[in-house]
């Protein structure tokens, strides 16, 4: 299996709600991550985690809060977003090892709009 | 921040025309790589190029890199209507451990 499974696809969200993305993975890699995209712009990071420990915080807000409750499984809080937050939500895995080095499997991406 | 910039910054073509989408990059690398999102979608790895290599291979895609003008070029042949999405470049600048991703060049490939 070398997918990458994200959900929800669409999300929307109020201002004062609290939401969560999931991600998904089967491929035993132990490199896990979040990325935000805005329309037509890059990816760009905003966490990584390791062996399911937080490595890298892309000096993100408090309104986003990852967890990784085991190696298969990524998570990213939502609480009190504000609308320039609106973007699609990409998960990503890879095996451990020198950025450079290894192939990233992106998920489908969560559209997320913010009220 | 970002490392990589490519251009065109977009780029019209008919099936069966080849496609050549440049990058620049500005810190030193190890390697850089090369990756297609379909619009709205997730990205896909295409190939990975090391810095001590010039050119590589991978079926229709054909990718150059030139380290002392801190660029790469990606050569699509024979395009084809599915080749339509945008492509961005990737590099790891040394001493960072994660990547960075180009601003993209979003490919049109027209029947």
């Known amino acids: 299996d070398t997918e990458v499974t994200q959900t929800p696809k669409h999300l929307v969200m109020g201002m004062t709600n609290k939401k969560s993305l999931k991600c998904e993975q089967h491929m035993g890699h132990r490199a896990m991550y979040w990325y935000k995209q805005k329309a037509k712009k890059p990816p760009e990071l905003m966490f990584v985690y390791s062996y399911e420990k937080l490595s890298i915080n892309e000096s993100v807000p408090s309104r986003f809060s990852p967890e990784c409750p085991n190696s298969s499984l990524l998570n990213l809080h939502l609480h009190a977003l504000q609308p320039e937050d609106s973007a699609l939500y990409l998960c990503?895995?890879?095996?451990?090892?020198?950025?450079?080095?290894?192939?990233?499997?992106f998920g489908p991406g969560t559209r997320l709009t913010v009220l | 921040s970002q490392q990589g910039e490519e251009d065109p910054q977009a780029l019209s073509i008919q099936e069966g025309e080849n496609a050549t989408m440049n990058c620049s990059y500005k810190?030193?690398?190890?390697?850089l790589q090369w990756y297609r999102q379909n619009s709205g979608r997730g990205l896909v790895h295409l190939i990975l190029i090391r810095s001590n290599e010039r050119e590589k291979h991978s079926g229709r895609l054909r990718v150059t890199l030139d380290t002392s003008k801190k660029s790469s070029s990606l050569l699509i042949t024979a395009s084809r209507a599915a080749d339509t999405a945008s492509y961005f470049c990737a590099t790891d600048p040394s001493g960072y451990s994660t990547l960075t991703f180009g601003k993209g060049t979003m490919l049109l490939v027209s029947p």
């Open positions: 990503a895995s890879s095996p451990v090892g020198l950025a450079g080095e290894v192939e990233q499997f």
């Open positions: 810190t030193s690398i190890n390697n």
